[in-house]
């Protein structure tokens, strides 16, 4: 059978794959290496009197920072499930940033701590977990390699949660943080702020404005 065309096709896929991932993870390091560059260096190091030279330059070095560390962490993990690995970093990005955009679009009273709490709150939680879980230690060898199933050698076992993904107890964990840093504050103007950024996303009445300065 010919099987000119199953190659073709195969060949394709994996061309279209590989530039997904690329763009994916291109776009991720330029993102954490702006924010590192205007949001850390600019803002909080240098009080925002960086120079735009400056901020390049922190850029790249904080670029080639954030690739050693994620090939650092990758070689361990490289005899793990692809699609695992994808699914389980989707779990921990949604235990930071799903809480914080769905009180944000639904609840009047969310404010700036809520959003911090629920941030970090489901972030620490969710990265957490997954160290005490069963993907970095306690699943044991393969039998027919020899090989450790999880990060860390199979002599090892410092796992007490037993899901391997945390999505379903880091996510509830960042809607509580959320919810307990927004009581817990006092930002009575959260409420007006909530009603301004509603009209102007429907309407877009004071865009303009916004633009402008």
């Not at 489901?122 to 450790?148: E, N, Q």
Request: hydrophobic residues 50%; without cysteine; glycine residues 8%.
């Amino acid at each position: 059978m010919d099987s000119t065309g199953g190659a073709v096709l195969l060949a394709l896929i994996s061309a279209v794959a590989f530039a997904t991932i690329l763009a994916v993870v291109a776009g991720l390091t330029l993102t954490s290496s702006t924010s590192v560059a205007h949001d850390i260096y600019n803002s909080v190091i240098r009080k925002g009197k960086a120079t735009e030279a400056e901020e390049i330059r922190v850029t790249r070095y904080a670029a080639a920072g954030i690739g050693l560390v994620a090939i650092l962490l990758a070689i361990p993990a490289q005899s793990l499930n692809i699609a695992f690995l994808v699914a389980l970093a989707f779990a921990v990005a949604a235990s930071a940033n799903l809480p914080a955009i769905v009180y944000n679009m639904f609840w009047r009273r969310f404010n700036t701590r809520g959003a911090t709490w629920s941030i970090y709150g489901g972030l620490i939680s969710a990265v957490t977990l997954v160290i005490f879980s069963p993907v970095t230690s306690g699943k044991g060898v393969d039998p027919t390699t020899g090989k450790s199933l999880s990060l860390l050698p199979a002599d090892i076992d410092i796992s007490w949660f037993p899901l391997e993904n945390p999505g379903l107890v880091s996510i509830p964990l960042g809607f509580l943080f959320g919810y307990l840093g927004t009581m817990l504050s006092r930002e009575p103007e959260a409420e007006q702020r909530y009603t301004e950024l509603e009209v102007r996303a429907l309407t877009g009445a004071g865009s303009e404005k916004a633009i402008s300065h």
